[in-house]
């Protein structure tokens, strides 16, 4: 049986490269489930789907078609043979995402697709949902946060290194509250701490300060 670790947490909270480095220390495979609703949301806009129209999101779901393996340490995506890359990181697809991550034919979707990669190995899967409803019995799972500003902060910087974007921190910080109000509201698995997950607040830590204490409590949960 393969080992889940189970990280969740709103935007901008260190989830990524959290689970990218603790995937690498651990030899676990990194799942980051949020580019799984990323890519649901740039084909939807590359077919002119209305993503306000949870009927319309609801039977293009179906359609989309995502190959998952792994690759370099991860599990990659690839849509018609390529790698969606930066085209689904833009302020365009974060204004769309939570929208269409509310949709219930999405969310089983995506979670059937992140079910079946166990069958790859050990994973380290980051998200919203995942210690509540995709792999709510992982004896190791973390919720990560930040504050806001700290995590405004972060996404900013990262859109500016990766030449993603130039917004301001003010412009950041209103994108990431308005997407945090709709995934921690939405009807089905709407982002909350799980009961017996560990919290853990990252605003004043190093990542290897986060890192060194994920690591510590998966090989307590584990051994
Ligand atoms: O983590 P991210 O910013 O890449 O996530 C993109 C969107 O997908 C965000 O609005 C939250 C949603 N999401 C979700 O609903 N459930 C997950 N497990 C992961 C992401």
Redesign the pocket.
């Known amino acids: 049986m393969s080992r889940v670790i189970a990280i ?1 947490g709103p ?1 901008g909270a260190g ?2 490269s959290v689970s990218r480095i603790v995937g690498k220390k651990l030899g676990f495979l990194h799942v ?7 890519i649901m ?1 740039w084909q939807a806009l590359v077919r002119k789907v209305d993503t306000d129209n949870p009927d319309e999101v609801a039977a293009f779901a179906p359609t989309v078609e995502i190959e998952c393996r792994p690759e370099n340490g991860a599990i990659a995506y690839y849509v018609g043979g390529e790698p969606p890359g930066d085209r689904i990181r833009t302020p365009e697809i ?1 204004a769309h ?2 929208q ?2 509310t949709v219930k034919a999405v ?1 089983d979707k ?1 979670t059937a697709l ?1 079910r079946d990669m166990t069958r790859f190995g050990n994973l380290v899967v ?5 210690t509540t409803a ?1 792999f709510p019995d992982s004896p190791a799972r973390f919720y990560l946060t930040a504050s806001a500003e700290a995590r405004a902060r972060r996404r900013q910087k990262e859109e500016v290194e990766k030449g993603i974007a130039n917004q301001s921190a003010a412009a950041v910080k209103a994108s990431l509250l308005a ?1 945090d109000a ?2 921690s509201t ?1 009807k089905y ?1 709407p ?1 909350r701490k799980a009961d017996g997950a560990i919290e853990i607040d990252s605003s004043d830590l190093t990542l290897e300060q986060v890192v060194d204490i994920v690591v510590e409590k998966v090989n307590e949960a584990f051994n």
Do not use: C, F, M, Q
């Not at 980051?32 to 990323?38: E, F, K, M, P, V």
């Open positions: 969740d935007s989830k990524s980051d489930s949020g580019a799984l609703y990323r949301t974060n995402a939570s269409v991550a969310r995506i992140l980051e998200g919203r949902d995942i995709v997407r709709i995934d939405r698995a982002l």
